[in-house]
């Protein structure tokens, strides 16, 4: 435990925090993915704070390396400038007067430092900047007994106010004698497949615009979001933006799988909220509750915001704050854009009915069509200038099925008889095969 100050005024009553105490408090409620997740964040905000253009990431790269008895993470991002590292980086919390990087991730200030604690025992920061390069090591325990909050640059490692190479920036992290969490999941390789699972899903956008994450050597991927929108079908569109922050809203249908379905919600990027059918998002709470006749049905919504405090997140980065008056304005929206895309999955269903012969199914037929070209949501989002804010569709293709015109048949037949004809015909299910043995006859017959 840290020494305490020596006061000597004895009108001085001693507040000083413990910091071990700190620390195991620091820590106690994160777990190891969470950790790594937000070294990765910090990594992913100085590439984009580097890159030219943010909507492409290509030619830039964060590598994670889980050993035994290690963990690193390198990036090719801006690095860390001395003064940073020397003024903000390393508080405990962010400072009122430190200003984060546009539209990054971080917001609270205590990620980077909360990680390593719950890394290990043992850190070495290698930084180099635009304008200054440095080493830092930290021994936890030998820093928890000192009573001053500050870590040193190692010695003979400072370099300040020269012009290193722009391409040649980046930041490495190497953490030893790793914590008992960290030596017992390095070597799960269930706890690895996870971490990259999730990883590769909360920076999907990033690596849809070419970021590289490796994880052991092993490139993370990430499926292509995606949506419809072709001369037929076109996407709803909302837009809301001011100085500190901005909205967008996608809503409409990609390829019918169940798992995939719901709302997808980014914050600078990031995903927090991904394919999501419950009430954080409307479903069974100002909407019927999600179920099969849906699945097709994707909401996307990107807000962005130069300040990260502005965004409507929770603390963890693990869900929306539903007490946000910024996020129930926008939930409100989402409601109104997903019932318009309902109408059309509601004309599909209805469409299939009472056995609504194949050659009337004339919406569901131009929808399948339609579903095959469905395109990346980054090149819908290029083109939102000529989308609006009303979801089209062919609605007069619907063909619903009718009394008048539909006639629906039942009979029976012995099962020998039944086995015959499924042979002869190579079809398995009893509605096909009585609607071929009817067509036919009547092909053949009148």
């Given at each position: 435990?840290?020494?305490?100050?020596?006061?000597?005024?004895?009108?001085?009553?001693?507040?000083?925090?413990?910091?071990?105490?700190?620390?195991?408090?620091?820590?106690?409620?994160?777990?190891?993915?969470?950790?790594?997740?937000?070294?990765?964040?910090n990594?992913?905000?100085?590439?984009?704070?580097?890159?030219?253009?943010?909507?492409?990431?290509?030619?830039?790269?964060?590598?994670?390396?889980?050993?035994?008895?290690?963990?690193?993470?390198?990036?090719?991002?801006?690095?860390?400038?001395?003064?940073?590292?020397?003024?903000?980086?390393?508080?405990?919390?962010?400072?009122?007067?430190?200003?984060?990087?546009?539209?990054?991730?971080?917001?609270?200030?205590?990620?980077?430092?909360?990680?390593?604690?719950?890394?290990?025992?043992?850190?070495?920061?290698?930084?180099?900047?635009?304008?200054?390069?440095?080493?830092?090591?930290?021994?936890?325990?030998?820093?928890?007994?000192?009573?001053?909050?500050?870590?040193?640059?190692?010695?003979?490692?400072?370099?300040?106010?020269?012009?290193?190479?722009?391409?040649?920036?980046?930041?490495?992290?190497?953490?030893?004698?790793?914590?008992?969490?960290?030596?017992?999941?390095?070597?799960?390789?269930?706890?690895?497949?996870?971490?990259e699972?999730?990883?590769?899903?909360?920076?999907?956008?990033n690596?849809?615009?070419g970021?590289?994450?490796?994880?052991?050597?092993?490139?993370?991927?990430?499926?292509?979001?995606?949506?419809?929108?072709?001369?037929?079908?076109?996407?709803?569109?909302?837009e809301?933006?001011?100085?500190?922050?901005?909205?967008?809203?996608?809503?409409?249908?990609?390829?019918?799988?169940?798992?995939?379905g719901?709302?997808?919600?980014?914050?600078?990027?990031?995903?927090?909220?991904?394919?999501?059918?419950?009430?954080?998002?409307?479903?069974?709470?100002?909407?019927?509750?999600?179920?099969?006749?849906?699945?097709?049905?994707?909401g996307?919504?990107?807000?962005?915001?130069?300040?990260?405090?502005?965004?409507?997140?929770?603390?963890?980065?693990?869900?929306?704050d539903?007490?946000?008056?910024?996020?129930?304005?926008?939930?409100?929206?989402?409601?109104?854009?997903?019932r318009?895309?309902?109408?059309?999955?509601?004309?599909?269903?209805?469409?299939?009915?009472?056995?609504?012969?194949?050659?009337?199914?004339?919406?569901?037929k131009?929808?399948?069509?339609?579903?095959?070209?469905?395109?990346p949501?980054?090149?819908?989002?290029?083109?939102?200038?000529?989308?609006?804010?009303?979801?089209?569709?062919?609605?007069?293709?619907?063909?619903?099925?009718?009394?008048?015109?539909?006639?629906?048949?039942?009979?029976?037949?012995?099962?020998?008889?039944?086995?015959?004809?499924?042979?002869?015909?190579?079809?398995?299910?009893?509605k096909?095969?009585?609607?071929?043995t009817?067509?036919?006859?009547?092909?053949?017959?009148?």
């Open positions: 435990m840290a020494k305490q100050q020596n006061y000597t005024d004895p009108n001085i009553v001693i507040a000083d925090p413990a910091k071990d105490f700190f620390v195991s408090k620091l820590i106690k409620d994160i777990t190891l993915r969470d950790a790594i997740g937000d070294l990765v964040d990594a992913v905000d100085a590439i984009k704070a580097r890159a030219k253009v943010s909507s492409d990431l290509a030619g830039y790269e964060i590598e994670i390396k889980l050993g035994k008895t290690y963990f690193s993470i390198l990036d090719n991002g801006f690095g860390m400038e001395a003064k940073v590292a020397r003024m903000t980086a390393f508080n405990f919390g962010k400072a009122a007067s430190h200003k984060l990087i546009d539209k990054s991730i971080g917001q609270f200030g205590i990620g980077m430092k909360r990680a390593f604690f719950k890394l290990g025992n043992n850190i070495h920061i290698k930084s180099v900047a635009e304008t200054s390069q440095f080493e830092l090591t930290i021994d936890v325990a030998k820093w928890l007994k000192k009573p001053k909050w500050e870590f040193e640059f190692d010695t003979g490692t400072l370099n300040e106010n020269i012009q290193n190479n722009p391409n040649k920036t980046g930041l490495e992290i190497h953490i030893s004698n790793l914590s008992d969490d960290s030596k017992t999941s390095f070597g799960d390789k269930t706890f690895i497949d996870t971490l699972k999730d990883i590769s899903l909360d920076h999907m956008l690596i849809n615009k970021l590289i994450i490796k994880i052991n050597g092993h490139i993370l991927k990430s499926d292509q979001i995606t949506l419809v929108n072709d001369d037929y079908i076109k996407p709803t569109f909302f809301k933006a001011s100085e500190e922050k901005s909205v967008k809203i996608l809503a409409g249908i990609s390829a019918k799988e169940a798992d995939d719901g709302w997808y919600i980014f914050c600078n990027d990031r995903l927090i909220v991904a394919k999501n059918q419950y009430k954080e998002t409307g479903w069974g709470d100002g909407l019927p509750k999600y179920h099969a006749q849906f699945h097709r049905f994707r996307y919504v990107f807000f962005e915001a130069k300040d990260s405090s502005n965004l409507p997140w929770n603390t963890t980065k693990t869900g929306m539903m007490d946000s008056a910024y996020f129930k304005e926008v939930r409100s929206q989402m409601i109104i854009m997903t318009q895309v309902m109408d059309l999955l509601d004309k599909l269903k209805d469409e299939k009915t009472l056995d609504n012969p194949d050659e009337n199914l004339t919406l569901n131009a929808v399948e069509k339609s579903l095959k070209a469905a395109v949501v980054t090149e819908v989002l290029k083109q939102a200038n000529v989308l609006t804010n009303k979801f089209h569709y062919p609605v007069a293709l619907f063909n619903p099925p009718t009394k008048s015109n539909v006639v629906k048949i039942a009979y029976q037949v012995s099962h020998d008889r039944f086995e015959a004809v499924k042979q002869q015909m190579g079809e398995s299910n009893a096909e095969i009585g609607l071929k009817f067509n036919y006859y009547y092909d053949n017959e009148i």
